[in-house]
């Protein structure tokens, strides 16, 4: 039961930081929160990622509950050369 309710908290916890204006810094923190050690991001591969998706940012903000998946779905499907190439850059 104790589980149970954390996980519900979590859960809200991660609702209120999507709805709230986001910084590249604490979308990086809430991302790495939630994703397995394989998906964990830097900020580097946040700018790349931002860099070649520009069209999907309306500012400055990165709002967890609209840019988290593309962000994986962009992740996942980088080459494993270029996400070398990123990585050597931070």
Excluded at 71 to 85: A, D, M, V, Y
Aim: net charge positive.
């Amino acid at each position: 039961m104790h589980h149970s309710l954390e996980k519900i908290l979590n859960k809200e916890n991660s609702s209120i930081i999507a709805s709230q204006k986001t910084t590249k810094e604490e979308f990086l923190l809430e991302h790495n929160k939630l994703a397995p050690l394989n998906l964990q991001a830097t900020t580097t591969l946040l700018s790349s990622f931002r860099e070649d998706k520009a069209l999907i940012f309306k500012n400055d903000d990165w709002p967890i509950d609209k840019l988290r998946r593309p962000f994986i779905l962009w992740l996942t499907s980088l080459p494993i050369r270029r996400k070398e190439n990123i990585k050597k850059k931070g």
